[in-house]
């Protein structure tokens, strides 16, 4: 070729470059969009952007230059209502076979060759989200070398943009959660509930609280201390004005997967959502099925919303049955990305779909929903407090096997002893021992007593502080309200408590979910088991009190 000629093709191309409408977006990590965001931020303009407005059909952004031009979607610049922000959720990309092709992008039939394209479009937002959820199943299978590449090829590229990134661990990054831990824990905020170390997590955004569970530790549930935390964060007047939950799995039936309580209706779904609702969470998102469905469920006077987003290149599943009160806002099979534009209380989900190719559409049917008020936590609603510290419970502490009746309304407790709190022996740093119990190397310690409810059904919270040095059972009406320091599961008199408490972490609170199911109108009794951490130990404490917040 002659040097003029190749002259005048790169002139050519200077020139296509420096059109605005076939000018690419280039990010990596030299050439970054200018985007900020501040997991405390309280404000939409906390994102400034020097992405184009030009139409995103022709722009396609990489993070390899061997990258197919994929189909962008529309963008949202200049249609946005003054001060709306915007995030985004999906879920199950179920990639991490560790072979790449040529533009280092994960070759994979399963996926269908989604995860980019997906990437490519949020990273091509403009204005660009705040954040990312992503509802688990990253990986297909657990392995530790997958899921780090999964990290740095799917979500690297959007946090170096700026983007918030909110990952959930999902039963195929291995259950337990040690993997998940190891790549994604340092970034994480260590906020959630002991035990559940950069697991369950809290992170604030513009004017949102995004409370991420855990639900493969051991049981493929919500457990009792993750409910417990979350009823804590409901009671924290530093939560945002949206509240949104994130897990893996449906909790209730969708498609091919079990949901976490069950095909059918369910009492302690029911409970939970409750929960959920009173502490002024509008929607949980979550995956696990691979298809799209946005869905509300009545609760009260208000509607909770469950968006499943598992649609990030998993096979794709059909619909099942569903539950007899759910309100299908929409369902569809498809690959893609839901967007959430918060504007104010109120928010609109569209759903864009996708393939191999990049987009394809944008779901005709546009979902709407609004914050809701919380009712536990309110400021207008203080606590009265039902049992103070210092009060008179019955107690025994012959080291006796009780079985499981004592904790019971009915049970006779006249032959037990009497005393006041504090109760213990030894030292306790920072408390004074009141009543001193016999030590006789025994593990477990039982205390109970009466307290009197009024107008229950108006219950919204109860509010329990427990000193148990070194763990405890708290069970109202023969039913259990909490645990504290102590194994899940069954256990009995010889049970040891999981750790020696410290001076620092030997008073807990506890929040009692749906409370009126387990309180009665008038006398209630309320029984604790106090268990030691080791037939020697040196010292034993008990004290507790308990309130109620009404509607």
Request: proline share 4%; charged share 20%; net charge negative.
């Amino acid at each position: 070729m002659k040097k003029i000629e190749i002259l005048f093709i790169m002139a050519f191309v200077m020139l296509l470059v420096q059109t605005p409408g076939c000018r690419k977006k280039i990010i990596d990590g030299s050439l970054n969009q200018t985007n900020t965001v501040s997991s405390s931020s309280t404000s939409a303009n906390s994102v400034s952007s020097s992405a184009s407005n030009t139409d995103s059909s022709s722009l396609s952004s990489s993070t390899s230059s061997s990258l197919p031009a994929y189909t962008m979607p529309p963008l949202y610049s200049g249609t946005l209502p003054a001060g709306a922000w915007q995030f985004v959720v999906t879920g199950d990309g179920r990639g991490g076979n560790g072979e790449y092709d040529d533009a280092g992008e994960e070759v994979d039939s399963q996926t269908v060759a989604i995860n980019a394209p997906i990437r490519e479009a949020i990273l091509n937002m403009d204005p660009p989200p705040l954040c990312l959820v992503f509802t688990g199943d990253m990986i297909n299978q657990a392995n530790l070398t997958y899921l780090q590449s999964w990290k740095t090829r799917f979500f690297d590229p959007i946090k170096n943009a700026g983007i918030e990134v909110l990952p959930v661990h999902g039963n195929h990054e291995g259950w337990g959660g040690g993997d998940f831990k190891a790549v994604f824990g340092s970034e994480l905020p260590d906020n959630g509930p002991d035990g559940y170390e950069d697991l369950v997590y809290r992170v604030d955004v513009s004017n949102a609280s995004f409370l991420i569970l855990d639900e493969y530790d051991d049981d493929g549930t919500i457990s009792s201390d993750i409910l417990n935390w979350l009823t804590v964060q409901f009671n924290d007047p530093s939560l945002k004005r949206h509240r949104f939950l994130s897990g893996h799995a449906p909790l209730w039936k969708c498609a091919n997967h079990t949901p976490l309580y069950g095909a059918g209706d369910s009492a302690t779904r029911d409970m939970v959502i409750n929960q959920f609702v009173e502490g002024g969470v509008s929607a949980y998102f979550c995956g696990h099925d691979h298809r799209y469905k946005a869905a509300k469920k009545p609760s009260g006077s208000n509607d909770f919303h469950m968006f499943l987003v598992g649609t990030a290149g998993a096979p794709l599943n059909n619909a099942t049955d569903n539950l007899s009160d759910e309100i299908i806002l929409d369902d569809y099979k498809g690959y893609g990305y839901t967007v959430f534009t918060v504007d104010g209380d109120n928010i609109t989900v569209d759903f864009i779909e996708m393939d191999h190719t990049g987009y394809l559409d944008t779901r005709a049917v546009s979902v709407n929903f609004s914050a809701i008020e919380p009712v536990v936590g309110s400021s207008t609603n203080s606590y009265t407090e039902l049992i103070s510290e210092g009060e008179t419970w019955k107690y025994l502490d012959d080291g006796s096997d009780q079985g499981t009746a004592w904790k019971e309304e009915a049970f006779d407790d006249s032959g037990w002893s009497s005393g006041n709190g504090i109760f213990g022996f030894g030292t306790i740093d920072g408390e004074t021992i009141t009543t001193t119990l016999n030590d006789l190397d025994q593990v477990t310690f039982y205390f109970r007593k009466t307290f009197t409810v009024t107008n229950v059904s108006n219950v919204s919270s109860v509010k329990i502080e427990i000193l148990a040095e070194d763990g405890g059972v708290i069970w109202i009406n023969g039913t259990e309200a909490a645990r504290d320091n102590i194994t899940s599961g069954t256990i009995d008199y010889q049970t040891l408590a999981s750790g020696n408490q410290t001076p620092e972490n030997a008073r807990s609170l506890y929040y009692v979910a749906s409370p009126d199911t387990i309180l009665n109108e008038g006398t209630n009794t309320i029984a604790v088991e106090v268990h030691n951490v080791a037939t020697s130990s040196s010292d034993i404490g008990f004290e507790l009190s308990l309130a109620v917040q009404y509607n």
